[in-house]
């Protein structure tokens, strides 16, 4: 019975010796679960648990197939958690792991560090960092706490301040867990590729950044809510690593996001290297004391490729900031490198000012700058609708904002000499279906343009100033407004300073005016050079003030032709018309006699002897009219 009984005893001390070797605990095939408190974390929010987590880690990776190291309810408070390849951290609900405040791994040496800030300069002083290892989830309910680290620049021995830093990493994975007050960065990646945030909280608004990916490609967030006091979601390319890569193929989407003092989206402004082939879709962004948007090219990359597609804006002091500027602070002090190719478009904008009092004013109009010789190119705006505060003077149209190839904070050029959008040292700026208006009666233009070449609106609407004019061009070569009007279906007064609008055939905007409107301009006649025995141009008799227009439409003048808007057909057509000072009117003047029918010009039989559309069902003018009366009053802009 002894004999047994230590026998058994001896078998159960080697069965224990073995689970506690590292090889023998991996030898199953296939990942094993490690928990983190049978390595000897405590999870009782004092003692430190480091230790014990590094030994399910090390654990974890070192078998065939990794493993997945399970943290149970409790708070692990630690200092620098070494990740390894192969690993899945699985954080029960009720799980948090939180930083100490010293005994963090020293910052490490890095030969290029005067390019850029500490922060981004340096990855093993954090709670959890990882360099060149592969495969790796952090993943579950549970929450990572930056609780003791800084948010300074000037980081003390032993201090941390990121949550998370991966250096030339692979294939990872963040998937339902929640980050909170993450120090200088909350996740900071360079280097890496293949990179998913799924479902990912980032709860940062006290701290500074949220997410920094930086010469990181292949990278996907979705479904996530990201928050960050500094700059909230940020694509970037800086030269802590002595070199860059491209940030491409990067999917953001069905996310919201915030930034309480800084931009909320952004691109830059570290951008030693290039930017292209980056979606952002269905974005809610609740606040930004910066851009809502932001697109920044200060030290030579190319951002090129990229879409905003269906975003929300609210509490945000500037809807869209894009600058190529020459800062140059990489290597070889690179030029200005380049915009475009940036497509924006189902955008809303409403409660346009910053979430919090930020430095500088509380909002700032849209803009759109590059540098003299380095425009910002092929940009298109399609389906925005922003509502801005307003509010300023007539006097600030005049403003000129300060040129300086260093600026990048839309504080410093200062109150835009439009209320919603201003544009300088840019070519081939589109805007399509964009609305602009403002809550308070602002006096400057809604669009300024300075050094612009060909920039053109179609389909969009502007509030009218309180000022002199609503568009102005200085040294812009090639201006186009089609279809596109003040928001009260008025002409938009255009202020033009050595420009030219865009050459070719002059194509009219013609809106009709509301039934039973008063006629109040002045007339002169309009004729189609095109019909036979054309009399020219020449005064029609003056129907004077309370006239009234009969009917209402849409439609397109071109020379000679006219285009309905009614889908049904188009067809050459003959016009006499009156064109009016001031906010045009136009008037169709027929020259039948009195009791005479006959088809007025323009209206010729189609197929099957129908009509095109017209002011009278059959082309049946009341009898009682006299030659040359009013029968279509028109509103027209080009």
Known sequence: MELRAAKRLFGLVIVAAL????PTGLAQAGPGTFNVRDFGATGNGSTLDDDAIDRAINAASSGAGGGVVLFPAGTYRSRSIHLKSNITLQLATGATIRAAG????????????RFQDFGHSHFHNALMWGENVSNITITGTGTIDGDGLTTDNAVPAGVGDKILSLKLCANITLRDVTFRRGGHFAILTNGCHDVLLDRVKVLSTLDRDGVNLINTWNVEVRGSRIEGQDDALSFKSDFALGRTFVSEHIRVHDSTILSTENNAIQFGVESCGDFRDARFENIAITGAGKAGIGIVSLDGGAITDISFTRITLNRVSSPVFMRLGGRGSCPGSPPPGRISGVSISDVTGTNLTTPQPVRGAPEYASTIVGSPGADITD?????????????RPATDASVVPPENPVFY???????RPAYGFWMRHVARITFTNTDVQFDRADGRPAFATDDGTRVQWFDSRAERSTGSFDMRFTNTNGYGLTRTTATTEQALRIRSVNSTPLPGPEVFTVAWDPENATITEPMRAF??????????DRQLPDLGPGHRAHHRGRLVLGTGRRRSLDPVEQHPARWRLALGAGPRHIRYAGDRKPGQ????HGRRRLPGGRYPPGPHAGDQRPRHQPARTLVWCLVISR
């Open 527 to 536: 004729d189609d050079p095109t019909i036979p025995g054309n009399p020219g």
């Open 409 to 415: 904070r839309p504080r410093e050029f200062g109150t």
């Open 19 to 22: 689970a506690a070797a590292v």
């Open 597 to 600: 029918r006959r088809e007025p």
């Open 102 to 113: 010293s005994g963090f791994d020293a910052a490490e040496p890095n030969p290029f560090s």
């Open 379 to 391: 940009v298109s705006l399609t389906n925005v609708k922003l509502t801005v505060p307003g509010g």
